[in-house]
């Protein structure tokens, strides 16, 4: 049963990182309008299983006031709240206190921040918040991803992993090169995402509805997000049923593709396919720049 929704409130970003999910850039297209938010909450308020909701990009906080509001509104609904940014509004510890008092007025349970080395190098400004933070008496949680790499596993000796980063968006086209290929036989299964029963959704600026970032399941300014729901036939969809049945190998074997290269991780081959099946299903593969094809 769904009980979070999650805003993709804009594709654009005060960055271009190589690991980004969703290929966010400076240019990028789409962002929601507050008509639009408020269209959203109320639909996840009519479904009634929904308790919370969180802000993420892109970069949210590169349209402040529009988060304010929309936690607002969230809030003023019933619902816990959460955002995510990147943190680069903190310049100083009394800048990072100006952005960050307002979300402790608004009364926001979880504050989460990008502050590694993908995002900023050394000059990241993870003391900073954290210093604001406490400042103001409020937690910020932090979420850290290292760029991907071989590392020695725990069972035979050899054996290799890539760490941390889960390959899809930019980082399948950034950061595969030099990692050990896994046998497409063990790439049989989703365990990074809850395609049969979603928990949590993303809703992008075109109204996109995703049970991962790319893979849509609907809609919202063609329908509500309760019929959206209540309809979901995760068997019956042209991308999760193949991959519920066989995971990304079956998804690939399904369709015929014929994917020659090299494959590093299950979220790897489950992009590069549903890359190439993008023009047969574009309704449910959205939107192209997700995909890095615009």
Not at 11 to 32: L, N
Request: proline residues 7%; hydrophobic residues 35%; negative net charge.
């Amino acid at each position: 049963m769904l009980n979070g929704v999650h805003f993709l409130l804009t594709y654009r970003c005060t960055m271009e990182c190589d690991h980004c999910f969703v290929y966010s850039r400076p240019g990028a297209k789409g962002t929601f309008t507050i008509d639009q938010v408020k269209e959203v909450l109320e639909q996840a308020e009519e479904l009634g299983s929904v308790e919370s909701i969180y802000f993420e990009g892109g970069e949210p906080f590169m349209f402040y006031p529009l988060i304010l509001e929309g936690l607002r509104l969230a809030k003023k609904m019933g619902f816990r709240t959460g955002v995510v940014s990147n943190a680069y509004w903190a310049n100083s510890v009394e800048d990072a206190k100006l952005w960050l008092a307002p979300l402790k007025e608004l009364g926001v349970s979880d504050i989460s921040i990008s502050p590694d080395r993908l995002h900023f190098g050394d000059d990241d400004p993870l003391d900073l918040v954290t210093s604001a933070a406490d400042d103001l008496g409020i937690t910020v949680n932090t979420i850290c991803v290292e760029t991907p790499h071989p590392i020695q596993g725990e069972g035979e000796p050899g054996e290799d992993r890539a760490a941390s980063v889960l390959l899809k968006g930019r980082a399948v086209d950034k950061l595969t090169e030099g990692l050990p290929p896994v046998d497409a036989g063990e790439l049989d299964e989703c365990t990074d995402e809850e395609l049969s029963d979603p928990r949590r959704v993303h809703v992008d600026p075109f109204g996109n509805v995703h049970v991962c970032q790319g893979l849509v399941i609907g809609n919202v300014w063609d329908a509500p997000l309760k019929d959206i729901m209540n309809g979901f036939d995760p068997d019956g969809h042209p991308i999760i049923g193949p991959v519920l049945k066989g995971g990304p190998v079956g998804l690939a074997d399904e369709y015929d593709l014929n994917m020659e290269e090299e494959f590093c991780s299950a979220c790897h081959l489950c992009f590069e396919a549903r890359r190439s099946l993008i023009d047969r299903f574009p309704e449910s593969l959205a939107p192209r720049q997700i995909y890095g094809l615009e």
